[in-house]
C-alpha cells in the first residue's frame, strides 16, 4: 500500500546539487548511434527518435497528415521498478536541483501569472511573488504552457483525455508493436486496474490502517502475472492508447501537419525496445478529426502488460493556460546565476531564523509547472540541458507534451490548483496511474518546421 505522503516521496525535497543546479549548464553534444533497422519501420510510418540518436529518419511520401505515424524510443536510463511504497516521483529521480522540489507551506500571493480559458474547472494558484519584478529580464523569456489537469471520468471520443477512448478510422489498421521482444507474460489490464481499485478504497479509510487480511489476499492475486499460451516475440501487439488532444482544447498545443488538429498518442506497454532493449515505444499520430467518419468502437487491446505504469486511467481534462519560463539552466549564465544567489540568500535566511518551511525558489514556484501539459518549456532537472534537434532538418525542437507521473508533490505543492487543495497527495496527485521511468516525466518534442517530422524525447 501506498501509505504515507512522506513514503511517496511528496514531501521531501533533494540537496542542493547535480546536474540540474549549475547555471551554466553544460549542453553536450548529443550521441549519434544512427537509425534503427529499416525493417522495423512499417511501410507508411516514420520513426520518431530518442534523445541521443540524430540518425536520419526514413523516407515518407504519405499524406502529411492521415499519413503521421510516429515511433521512437525514450532515453537511456533503465526505469526502475519495485513496490508502490517506494520514494515517489521527482524526490527519487536523482533529483539535482533545489528548483524543482520543496514541501507545500502557506504563500503571500502577489503575481497572477496565469490567464483563463473557457470550460476550465481546475485554477492554478496565483505564483508566490512577480519574478519580473525581481528580474526584469525574464520578460523577455516568458511563454504560456497549458496545464492539461487530467482528473478520473468518462470522456467520450470526440473529447480531450488521457486514457480515454480514441477518434479512431473505423477502417484503420490500430497500431500495433511488432518490435522483437517478449509479450507473452504480465498482468491483465483488468487486474491493474482492481487492484488501484482496492488500494483507493483502503487509503481513503479515515484513520488509514494499512489493507485488511482478505483485501492483502487480493492485491497478492491481482498482482499475479500470467502467460498467453502460443505468444511469440514478434506477434503485432496492440499498443496502448495514451492520450488525445484537440487543438480546439489546448491553447499551447503545437500546431500539427495539413491542418491536423487531432494529436493521439500510444505507446507500447512493456520496457523492452531498441536502442537499450529496455526503453520506451512511443506511436504519435495527428490527423483531421472532421475526416473520421465510422469510429472504431472496440479496439484490441494486449492480453497483457509488462508494466502497470503503462495503463493509463480514463481522465477527463480540464485545459488551464499559465505563464511559464525556461529552466534555470537555460538561462543567459549572468541571469542564472543572480536568481542562484537570490536562492542561496533566502536559504540561509531561513536557515538563521529556523525556519523548517523552504523558502520560494525558482524551478519550483517560479517557472515551470509539474503535471501533464501541452507546450511551454522542458525541465532538466535530471540530465543537464541538451541540444534537441530534428533528425531531419536540424532545427531546434519545441515541447509538445509533458506526460507526467503525478500532479504535484512535495516540492511543488504551490502549483496544487485551488479545487484541489487539502486533499491526500495521493490519490488526487496521481489520477492517471501513469508512471515514466523512476516516477519521472516525459517530454515530447516536435520540429516547428514541419510537425511531420518525427519527435524526439527525453526522460527526466
Avoid at 174 to 193: A, F, I, M, Q, Y
Wanted: aromatic share 6%; net charge negative; hydrophobic share 30%.
Amino acid at each position: 500500500m501506498l501509505g504515507t505522503e512522506k513514503a511517496l516521496g511528496l514531501t521531501e525535497r533533494p540537496p542542493r546539487d547535480g546536474p540540474g543546479h549549475r547555471c551554466h549548464a553544460h549542453v553536450p553534444e548529443a550521441a549519434d548511434e544512427g537509425p534503427p533497422g529499416r525493417d522495423d519501420v512499417r511501410v507508411g510510418s516514420v520513426r520518431g527518435w530518442q534523445a541521443d540518436d540524430l540518425g536520419p529518419a526514413p523516407d515518407d511520401d504519405r499524406d502529411p497528415v492521415a499519413g503521421v505515424q510516429v515511433d521512437g524510443h525514450r532515453d537511456r536510463d533503465e526505469p526502475e521498478r519495485d513496490s508502490p511504497g517506494r520514494p515517489h516521483h521527482k524526490s527519487s529521480r536523482g533529483m539535482p536541483h533545489p528548483l524543482r522540489m520543496r514541501p507545500t507551506r502557506p504563500r503571500t500571493r502577489l503575481d497572477e501569472g496565469v490567464t483563463r480559458v473557457a470550460s476550465m474547472n481546475r485554477t492554478t494558484p496565483p505564483r508566490p511573488l512577480d519574478v519580473e519584478a525581481l528580474f526584469p529580464e525574464l520578460a523577455a523569456h516568458r511563454g504560456t504552457t497549458t496545464r492539461l489537469h487530467p482528473r478520473p471520468g468518462r470522456p467520450g471520443v470526440s473529447e480531450s483525455s488521457v486514457g480515454g477512448p480514441m477518434l479512431w478510422p473505423a477502417d484503420e489498421p490500430w497500431p500495433v508493436c511488432t518490435e522483437v521482444h517478449g509479450r507473452g507474460r504480465g498482468r491483465r489490464l483488468e487486474d491493474v486496474r482492481r487492484r488501484r481499485e482496492v488500494l483507493a478504497a483502503a487509503y481513503a479509510r479515515e484513520p488509514y490502517e494499512g489493507l485488511t487480511e482478505e483485501e492483502l489476499r487480493l492485491v497478492e492475486e491481482l498482482e499475479r502475472e500470467h502467460l498467453v499460451p502460443g505468444a511469440s516475440e514478434n506477434d503485432p501487439l496492440p499498443m496502448i492508447g495514451l492520450a488525445q488532444l484537440y487543438a480546439r482544447d489546448v491553447p499551447d498545443l503545437p500546431a500539427g501537419p495539413g491542418g491536423a488538429d487531432l494529436l493521439q498518442v500510444f505507446w507500447c506497454p512493456f520496457d523492452a525496445h531498441r536502442p537499450t532493449g529496455y526503453s520506451t515505444l512511443l506511436h504519435l499520430r495527428w490527423r483531421r478529426a472532421a475526416e473520421v467518419a465510422d469510429v472504431l468502437t472496440s479496439p484490441p487491446r494486449p492480453e497483457v502488460v509488462g508494466y502497470e505504469g503503462y495503463v493509463p486511467e480514463p481522465c477527463a481534462l480540464h485545459p488551464e493556460q499559465v505563464v511559464t519560463y525556461p529552466f534555470a539552466g537555460l538561462l543567459p549564465e549572468d541571469l542564472c546565476a543572480r536568481i542562484d544567489a537570490w536562492e542561496e540568500a533566502l536559504e540561509e535566511e531561513a536557515e538563521e531564523q529556523e525556519d523548517e518551511a523552504d523558502p520560494v525558489a525558482y524551478q519550483y514556484d517560479l517557472s515551470i509547472p509539474p503535471g501533464w501539459r501541452a507546450g511551454g518549456y522542458a525541465s532538466w532537472h535530471k540530465t543537464d540541458p541538451y541540444p534537441m534537434d530534428c533528425p531531419t532538418c536540424a532545427t531546434p525542437m519545441t515541447l509538445l507534451l509533458t506526460v507526467d507521473t503525478s500532479e504535484w508533490d512535495g516540492g511543488t505543492g504551490s502549483w496544487t490548483p485551488l479545487e484541489d487543495q487539502g486533499l491526500h497527495p495521493h490519490p488526487a496527485a496521481v489520477p492517471t496511474g501513469v508512471v515514466v521511468g523512476n516516477h519521472g516525466e516525459l517530454n515530447v518534442f516536435t520540429c516547428p518546421a514541419d510537425p511531420g517530422h518525427p519527435p524526439r524525447w527525453s526522460v527526466q
